[in-house]
């Protein structure tokens, strides 16, 4: 009985340590994955994601036989297990934001009176990346960006982290600003005013945000409901 035990804890021990060789693998395979699909991705995204599918991974197929095979059952339901699981986990992360903010008891940055609240440009812009990144990671350089900035062609956002402008990458087609950008800028008279405008859903568009048709060559319609929800009455 002893001997049988003793066997059990040192066939334990070799699955602990293989799993753990093989979790590390995975996270490092991971990371190198999603750096290559969306380079712009948060750092510390990119680390949860490839822990948590190399921890998830790597203690399934450590398991016995026998309890692997009861997956089998749950094959045809993994998506919707897997999308429970990340809602649950995003809704945990929430959480915790939420408790280091009531801990936080720093004064606001000063905000003139009657203005809206300021948002960072990543938390309604969508997918943004400083000219750095554009530059290495779509080939657009630095000294393009910042022209067409100055020239109102492109859309560039300030944010309260830094000193240096981000880029929507949304309004990129084959590696200039779409069509359109420009003249949306000048009728808004403000380009965060324009993008705000072109990444909310609009009835004119089915409820689809206009940038959608704007990408898709629909120019002049997007421009006439600009000016239309700039320029009508009840405005």
């Excluded at 009176?113 to 630095?142: C, F, K, M």
């Excluded at 048709?213 to 009840?234: C, M």
Aim: hydrophobic share 40%.
């Amino acid at each position: 009985m002893t001997t049988r035990r003793r066997l059990s804890r040192d066939i334990h021990k070799a699955k602990l340590a293989r799993r753990e060789d093989l979790e590390g693998q995975l996270v490092h395979l991971v990371e190198r994955a999603l750096k290559k699909h969306d380079p712009t991705a948060l750092p510390t995204s990119v680390r949860v994601a490839a822990r948590l599918t190399a921890v998830i991974a790597s203690q399934i197929v450590t398991q016995t036989q026998v309890v692997q095979r009861t997956l089998l059952t749950l094959e045809d339901d993994i998506s919707e297990y897997g999308t429970e699981f990340v809602s649950q986990l995003l809704r945990e992360g929430q959480k915790a934001k939420e408790r280091r903010v009531e801990r936080f008891t720093a004064s606001p940055p000063f905000a003139p009176a009657n203005s809206d609240p300021v948002q960072l440009a990543d938390d309604w812009a969508g997918p943004v990346a400083g000219p750095t990144a554009i530059e290495r990671y779509y080939g657009i350089p630095r000294s393009t960006l910042y022209r067409w900035q100055k020239l109102n062609e492109a859309v560039a956002l300030g944010t309260r982290t830094s000193s240096k402008p981000v880029f929507p990458l949304k309004q990129f087609v084959d590696g200039r600003p779409a069509a359109g950008i420009a003249e949306l800028i000048q009728i808004f008279g403000d380009a965060r005013k324009a993008w705000q405008w072109l990444v909310q859903p609009h009835h004119d568009f089915e409820g689809h945000p206009p940038l959608d048709a704007l990408i898709n060559g629909k120019i002049e319609q997007v421009l006439d409901s600009s000016r239309r929800d700039l320029f009508s009455p009840s405005c």
